[in-house]
């Protein structure tokens, strides 16, 4: 079992060593749509929703939350985004969802009553160990920036949990209880958006909510890249 962590992390770190130079020997493509040339191509870049503050829509929060908001649905081209920047290795795909997120973040702001302090989801360490970088923080990373809001990693993952995509709601809410904690030394601020990739059942935003709410948030809103829809009441 050694073994095999330890073959795990060094093929994970070659391959964080070799993108930089399979990124400038193979061509550029559109995450969404695959097109040689840049990495979000304009046509998707409209028809997505991700052109300047981003598309808003809106629905129920999670319970714990006071509002939520998202660019798009996850099926189609926004889950292809999301699923070529998690799996194949494509971070710099962050730089533009997270400015596409911004419309999102303002509306759910104006729900908090002000400025709100962004909270990336954390990834599990092991799924972080593997791909060399956290995608929800990425993304959240660079919201702040084209906000100029303040960002803050307060949460930590108190262990792994299987794939929640396997998993029915009830099942999905009881992993995910007490699965993250507040990072030591970490000051917690009144009002808060948690940032993610997607939004499926809810789940973890509720878990995450509940967290803070025990460290003394007051206010918590969400916001996600993409809504995935739930099949069955799944």
Known sequence: ?????????????????????LALLAPQRCGACGTEGTLLCSACCDELGLAGAGRVERGAAPPGCVAGAWIGPYEGGLGEMVRTLKFHDLPALAAPLGLALQGAIGAVQRELGGDATLVPIPTDPARLRDRGFDHAALIAAAAA????????????????????????RAERRRVMDRVFAIRTGATMPQRVILVDDIWTSGATFEAAAATLRAAGCKAIGVVAVAREALMNGA
């Open 145 to 168: 920036r084209a906000l100029r809001c303040d960002l803050a990693a307060l949460l930590e993952r108190t262990r792994a949990v299987p794939a929640l995509h396997t998993l029915g």
């Open 1 to 21: 079992m050694q073994f095999t962590e330890r073959a795990r992390d060094a093929l994970a770190e070659l391959q964080r060593a070799a993108a930089p130079v």
